[in-house]
């Protein structure tokens, strides 16, 4: 079935240091990637998306590309700050399902 | 547009109590989901429904019962509250249509079943 394998946490890194969270994927079919972010207290929030191989998402300075051949879609950001400390959530959906499937997330804390 | 409601916020429920967790959205959405959210963990899916009257099983059914009378209304009922479903539950909803629509998330409803 499909899943969602995430790097385990927690994260913690000094302002300014570049982030990588890895994300892969086991799907049937050609599914949409997502990145979701979840700020204390709050629900999630969709953070960026790919659609299709090689596409990359970007919102907010955090940059994710779907590749295909290693079946990742790793979060990027060169230069996080401490309003970025939240839990991640990488998830996919199937273009034929309507269920969406999440990773178990990252705790990312950003320290000045 | 409110988006995606839930109420209560927070509950607190005795053991072999049951209680009926309100989500609506405002957005003519067909597909509507419940997941619970466990501490350190991702979401689990539990419910969801495709348009009024249609509802499936997810994940993690058991113990939990939904309805959909309406296209706005998604309340998920626990009949017999028990600790093991002590989590953060979360409703929410996507329109129909191509696949780079997403969900839109409530902002929860924190129970503790003591």
């Known amino acids: 079935g499909d899943s969602v394998t995430q790097m385990e946490g927690p994260v913690t890194l000094s302002e300014e240091a570049f982030l990588t969270i890895n994300c892969t994927y086991t799907a049937t079919g050609y599914p949409s990637l997502f990145w979701y972010v979840q700020y204390p207290g709050e629900g999630l929030q969709l953070l960026l998306k790919?659609?299709?191989?090689?596409d990359k998402g970007s919102n907010k300075g955090f940059e994710a590309t779907y590749r295909k051949e290693t079946t990742s879609f790793h979060l990027e950001k060169g230069s996080v700050q401490v309003s970025d400390s939240a839990v991640y959530f990488c998830?996919?959906?199937?273009?034929?399902?309507?269920?969406?499937?999440f990773g178990t997330g990252t705790s990312l804390t950003v320290i000045p | 547009n409110a988006g995606v409601t839930q109420t209560p916020k927070f509950r607190i429920l005795k053991i072999g109590q049951s209680m009926t967790l309100q989500c609506a959205q405002d957005?003519?959405?067909?597909?509507m989901y419940w997941y619970r959210q466990d501490p350190g963990m991702g979401l689990k899916l539990i419910y969801y429904?495709?348009?009024?009257?249609?509802?499936d099983k997810g994940e993690v059914p058991n113990g939990y019962n939904v309805s959909r009378s309406t296209t706005e209304d998604f309340p998920l009922r626990l009949e017999l509250a028990a600790p093991s479903q002590t989590s953060v539950y979360f409703c929410?909803?996507?329109?129909?249509?191509?696949?780079?629509?997403?969900?839109?998330f409530g902002p929860g409803t924190r129970l503790l079943v003591l």
């Open positions: 929410a909803s996507r329109p129909q249509g191509a696949v780079m629509e997403t969900q839109y």
């Open positions: 998830a996919l959906s199937e273009r034929t399902g309507n269920q969406f499937y």
């Open positions: 957005m003519n959405h067909n597909y």
């Open positions: 429904s495709v348009g009024a009257g249609i509802t």
């Open positions: 790919a659609t299709k191989a090689d």
